[in-house]
């Protein structure tokens, strides 16, 4: 009998309760759905390295890492779970996109200077895996500093509803007619 292949969901974020409900941790927030709406329960798991849930080949995990240096964590899971790059899909901020504008990608992708894909990359050595680019807006200023301050701000109300609402079950229903089939 042929063993079915698993499939990775990974929200990027910071881990820690000072950074819940930023901007930066919008791929935990979409994780956080997805396991509730798809009934995967997370749990801790010290060996894998972070919050996980598995249920009909489908495994979610949340890095209990920093932004910067979470792909260690992604590729522990990856290897102990024998997961293929391309069953991979990462959910992650995007500053590009207005708040809440979802969009998949797939293939051979730039990190675009995100660090959460940068270190996943480089943990990985590919990056074939797919994201689902979850809009954060910009800051008027490009400065560095002025960038990551914006980054780790909290989501006012109308933009954590407009998540909930409309953002949130688009991103289910991209991983699955996109990303499970």
Known sequence: ?????????????????????????????????????????????????GDIGEKNGVVLFKPRSYMNILGA???NVV???????????????????????CKYREGNLSHKGHNGIKSVQNKLRNNEFK????????????????VADYVLKGFNKNDLRALEDEAFPQILNMVRNKFLT
């Open 131 to 146: 994201r689902i680019r979850i809009g954060i807006d910009r800051p008027k200023s490009r400065a560095p500093k002025d």
């Open 1 to 49: 009998m042929k063993r079915t292949e698993l499939k990775l969901i990974v929200g990027l974020g910071n881990y820690g309760n000072q950074y819940v409900k930023t901007k930066h941790n919008v791929g935990f927030l979409a994780l956080d759905y997805l396991s509730f709406m798809m009934r995967i329960p997370l749990r801790s798991s010290n060996p894998m390295g």
């Open 73 to 75: 964590n992604v590729a």
């Open 79 to 101: 290897n102990k779970k024998k997961i293929e790059p391309r069953n991979i899909i990462l959910l992650h901020d995007e500053l590009e996109l207005g708040t809440g504008v």
